[in-house]
Each structure stands twice: as C-alpha cells, then as structure tokens.
C-alpha cells in the first residue's frame, strides 16, 4: 500500500545531542513537508521540499536541519540549538507542491521527547 | 502575521445533536480551505475541501463565506466516533503558491 512512513515512533534525545527522523513516501509525490505540534497548538511548518536537492524554510526552521536528496526521503535532523524539542513530529506529502489545492498525505508522527 | 483562528472547544454535544464549527481567516488572498480531522495523538486526515459554493458530504456540509473571512463546518446527527479535534486549515498564499496554515483545532466530544 501507498503511504507515507515516519521511524521511528517515539524517540528521546539527551541534551546537547542531534536526533533524526525519518520520513519515506512512496506516493510518487513531488513536496514533502515536516510540522511540529504542540499541545493545544496548531501544526507549524519547519521546512518544506517541492523538489529534489532543494528546500525551503518554514515559520521555525531554527535548531532543524533537512536534506532531499531522493524523491521518497525527507529526513529531519533536531540539532543540539533547539532548546525545546519537545513536541510531535509529523511528515507530509502532496503530489505536486505549490499548488493552491493541494491536500496533504500525513505520516503517523514521531513524538519527540528530551531526557 | 497571518492568521487562522478557532475555538478550541470543548464542544461537548449528545449523540444525535447537530454542533457547527467556525473558523475565521485573515487574508483575503485566501484561495484554498480545508478542514482535516485529528484523533489524539494521531495523524490530521482530511475530511473535506471547503468550495466556494459550500458542499455536503454525507452528514458534512462545510461553507465558505469569502466577504466575512470565515468558513464553517456543521456536523448533522453526531456520532459517538466524531469525537476528535476538527483542524481549519487555509493556504493563504495566494494562486499558485503555497504557505498552508493551520487553526488550532476544535475539540469535540460526542457523549452516549
């Protein structure tokens, strides 16, 4: 079946140490997208992709780091500058990306924690 | 900055009641709306576009009022599994471009 997988479900990150999600799709989409939610918070975009080897940056890129080097993969790393990691990761998709009614395909989410 | 707003809830509602939703943007330049349902600690999943002539899905009808900024979902005949958080999602980017931004959510509980 067609999806989107995030790995892994839950993780921990010691302080002052990188972490990094992964995301696969195979849905043939052109964008990817990563979020973080808050609770009682809406999603906030980190960085987005519309193609391979290129990105942009969301509304809090800042302590995220993300490559694209294949179509199927956008993974997100959680550098050691971002003082508050926690939060519930989610990874998107859509077909073409830049398209004003485009819907978005989630993956099941990566819940983040600090120890 | 641009903003999309809605009430958090709870709205708590007995099975067979009828409960809408508000949601209000900020920029008119909106041309794309959606709203996306999300259980707890799961995944938003789409339930519906929001067209400019409103649309019906079953017991869904969402609407779209482009001179007041908002759009609405109404949930006829609730269900105990529509309980769930209802995010309102705009792309307020303008044609052809993309900045998605998400309400919140409204949460709903369906009670027996």
């Known amino acids: 079946d067609g999806g989107i997988t995030q790995s892994p479900k839950y993780l921990f990150r010691k302080e002052g140490q990188n972490v990094t999600l992964s995301c696969e799709q195979n849905l043939n989409h052109d964008a990817m997208y990563w979020y973080r939610q808050d609770p009682g918070q809406g999603l906030r975009l980190i960085y987005y992709s519309q193609i391979v080897n290129d990105f942009q940056k969301g509304d809090i890129a800042e302590g995220y780091s993300v490559s694209r080097e294949k179509k199927e993969s956008f993974p997100l790393t959680v550098t050691s500058a971002q003082k508050n990691p926690t939060a519930f990761y989610l990874c998107?998709?859509?077909?073409?990306?830049?398209?004003?009614?485009?819907?978005?395909?989630f993956g099941s989410g990566t819940q983040l924690s600090v120890l | 900055r641009k903003e999309v707003e809605q009430d958090p809830g709870p709205f708590n509602v007995p099975e067979g009641a009828t409960v809408a939703f508000n949601c209000t943007y900020s920029?008119?330049?909106?041309?794309?709306f959606f709203w996306y349902r999300q259980d707890c600690r799961k995944e938003p999943k789409l339930l519906m576009s929001v067209y400019s002539s409103g649309n019906e899905d079953g017991r869904f009808t969402a609407q779209l009022n482009r001179a007041s900024q908002y759009i609405s979902l109404l949930i006829r005949d609730s269900k105990l599994s529509d309980s769930a958080t209802y995010l309102c999602v705009v792309n307020q980017g303008g044609a052809g471009s993309y900045q998605l931004t998400f309400g919140k959510g409204t949460k709903l509980s369906v009670i027996p």
């Open positions: 998107a998709s859509s077909p073409r990306g830049g398209s004003f009614n485009e819907k978005l395909f």
């Open positions: 920029n008119s330049a909106s041309q794309s």
